[in-house]
């Protein structure tokens, strides 16, 4: 069992916090997490949380998740038509970069030329909109630049709020591999074992599209318009936020530039 000191502190519409993922046999060492999350001033009476607490997590005992016999067609986009939402990052609007850079000590998200960047060295941060679903096609593209095996980014859905890192992790790491993972209140469980994809453009100075789809229980990876893997997890089954994360594992400053990202409401 392991405990984890989380520290929320509210800094006008920001708030920083570190939480820790245990280790497990996909990862070289376990780091620990910074955390960043924005959100505006829409959000604000959702807010309403104290400056600090403290979570513990622990690891989770779930049941063997269901893979699906046969997979469906590859890239929703085609049968879904247009974006609900979308955001070609033209601007930070919609996530108020200045206020989490402030609130975690250092320009760790950039806006600039029609993307984001994400920058760390040795830790986890991510940043959520202010808008949410429950069921949706999400999907975002991400450029990456120098970066060494298990340097990892990736998609995080249903946040129930800002701060605690309760939500669904899609994490695709530099060497072509990918994973989700759910974190919840009673700990962090490894829904996939890490396998690898050809569909992955691995290494340095690369592009990836990552697509995730929910669905009651039912959550599929996609990469790059090709379907990867279905599982079956009805722990985290609630309208929540949405957004993206890096965590340099081994590369100081690695970089992820988040391009655009749009989802799809599923009936």
């Known amino acids: 069992m392991k405990k984890v000191l989380l520290f929320i ?10 939480i820790s993922f245990p280790s ?16 505006t001033q829409t959000a604000l009476a959702a807010a309403q949380q104290s400056p600090a607490a403290t ?58 030329k029609g993307a984001i960047a994400a920058r760390n060295s040795f830790s986890f941060n991510w940043i959520l909109t202010y808008f949410s679903f429950r069921d949706a096609y999400l999907e975002a593209k991400f ?13 995080m859905a249903r ?16 060497d072509g591999h990918y994973n989700l993972r759910r974190v919840t209140t009673s700990g962090t469980t490894e829904l996939l074992d890490s396998p690898s994809s050809e569909a992955l453009n691995a290494g340095s100075d690369q592009s990836n ?22 599982i079956n997890d009805s722990q985290i089954d609630v309208d929540g936020h949405f957004g993206f994360f890096v965590n340099s ?14 989802y799809w409401l599923i009936d």
Not at 9 to 18: P, R, Y
Not at 143 to 155: A, I
Request: charge should be negative; glycine fraction near 6%; aromatic fraction near 10%.
């Open 209 to 230: 599209t990552l697509g995730m789809w929910l669905k009651g229980s039912t959550i599929r990876l996609y990469a790059n318009n090709q379907f990867l893997t279905e």
């Open 9 to 18: 502190t509210i800094l006008l519409t920001v708030i920083a916090c570190t």
């Open 249 to 262: 594992a081994q590369t100081p400053g690695f970089t992820v530039h988040l391009d655009e990202i749009a």
């Open 143 to 155: 450029e990456v630049d120098t970066c060494s095996k298990n340097d990892r980014y990736g998609l």
């Open 55 to 112: 979570l513990t997590l622990e690891n989770a005992v779930s049941p063997t998740p269901t893979l699906t016999q046969t997979p469906p067609a590859d890239d929703p986009k085609i049968q879904l038509g247009d974006p609900d939402w979308q955001d070609d990052i033209t601007s930070d609007k919609n996530w108020s970069l200045a206020q989490v850079n402030e609130g975690i000590g250092e320009d760790v998200f950039t806006h600039s």
């Open 159 to 174: 946040a129930k709020d800002y701060a605690d890192g309760i939500a669904y992790y899609y994490t695709v790491t530099c």
């Open 24 to 39: 497990s046999s996909s990862y070289d060492r376990e780091v620990e997490t910074g955390v960043a999350v924005a959100f």
